[in-house]
Structures are given as structure tokens and as C-alpha cells.
């Protein structure tokens, strides 16, 4: 909706994903929701055992997960409510770069959907397929930034977070943050960027 004003508040902040106590974490998995590398193994390994089971209740009745697509489930141990598992693609030296990068966003977006559709109040993503799947981090965050901004003008998510893994990554999500907040007529979008002084963490 073109001239929509965007009342969702984003955060970035350097932490560790696992700590959010909201309403949803994404997990950045992989296909078959199994132990990965990265944030996904922080997640399981936090989760613990019920949210290995729920991740293979669900692919025992839905099968793998496809690219680009989300699925919702228990967060097992973790103080947060529920997990939204989401699968990125895979960077191969800029091979179809195009297609990756509609990829990623649609993983972005699947996941927010979700998120709306089932009344969730905030959101927290790690930064998606920069790890073991390497996609270049600068790219992944303007892609994750401007479906973030794209979806909440449309539809109602009241809070969303960057989890970053480091200082780094998260200087590339507020810097692309508020190059958009000063185009703005307005105050809304709010965001705001918090770099606690933690080790990094393997996305």
C-alpha cells in the first residue's frame, strides 16, 4: 500500500538468538529441520530434545521443507514461544544470483507471514544463510531489511528483531536501518541497535 505508515518497531542487537524471550525465533535450518551447523545447531542444542521430536513429527507427515519456505513449531526448552524454521539458499559463488536472492527474501517473508497470521506480537531472525551457506552478508542484510519494511507496511507485526552475530553484521542492518529513516516524512519506522559486549556468535 503505497504511502502506508509502518508502525512495527525493529531492533538490531548483537546477542545470542536463543536468549529472546518473544513471541517467535526463526531458525535458519535446513530442509529436513535436522542439527545443522551455526544458529542452528545453537538453537536445538538450547531447545533440547522436544523440539527434535516436533521437527521430525513434522517432517514425518509434511515432508522436507522447500527453499525459501517456513514452517511453525514448539520452542522446546527456550523462553521464547514458538520456533519458525525457515530454509535459506545456498551462495555458490554468485550462480544464479537473482534466483538466490528472490530465495532468501521469500524466506523472510514466509516467515513473518507466519508470524501475522498466527497473532504473534515479535519476531526474531538470525542472519539467514550467511553462515555455512554462505551468502554474502552485506547483500543478505538489504534483502532482510527491505522485506522486513515491504511486509510491515502492508501487514502488522508490532516488534522485529536482528539477531546478529557480531559488530559487523550488525553495523550492516542499522546502517541500511537508518539510511530509510532519514527519507522519512515521519518518525515511524522506529528502530534501534544494541551491541552488548558478548563474544560473537557463529551464525
Request: with cysteine; aromatic share 8%.
Amino acid at each position: 500500500m503505497k504511502g502506508a505508515i509502518m508502525t512495527t518497531l525493529i531492533h538490531v542487537i548483537q546477542s545470542d538468538i536463543t536468549l529472546f524471550t518473544g513471541s517467535a525465533i526463526v531458525n535458519a535450518a535446513n530442509r529436513h529441520l535436522r542439527w545443522g551447523g551455526g544458529v542452528c545447531d545453537t538453537i536445538h542444542r538450547a531447545a533440547g530434545n522436544r523440539l527434535v521430536q516436533a521437527c521430525r513429527d513434522h517432517v514425518k507427515r509434511h515432508g522436507s521443507v522447500p527453499v525459501g519456505d517456513a514452517v511453525l513449531t514448539q520452542a522446546g526448552n527456550l523462553s521464547s514461544g514458538h520456533i519458525i524454521h525457515t530454509v535459506g539458499p545456498r551462495w555458490f559463488w554468485g550462480i544464479q544470483a537473482g534466483k538466490k536472492e528472490a530465495m532468501l527474501a521469500r524466506a523472510y517473508h514466509n516467515s513473518l507471514r507466519l508470524a501475522q497470521e498466527n497473532g504473534l506480537s515479535s519476531i526474531a531472525f538470525p542472519c539467514i544463510s550467511t553462515g555455512h551457506f554462505g551468502f554474502p552478508p552485506a547483500r543478505a542484510a538489504d534483502i532482510a531489511v527491505q522485506t522486513v519494511l515491504d511486509f510491515c507496511r502492508e501487514k502488522t507485526v508490532p516488534a522485529v528483531w536482528f539477531y546478529c552475530p557480531d559488530k559487523r553484521n550488525a553495523a550492516l542492518y542499522e546502517g541500511r536501518l537508518s539510511a530509510v529513516a532519514r527519507k522519512l516524512p515521519h518518525t515511524p519506522p522506529l528502530h534501534s541497535i544494541w551491541f552488548p559486549d558478548m563474544p560473537s556468535v557463529t551464525p
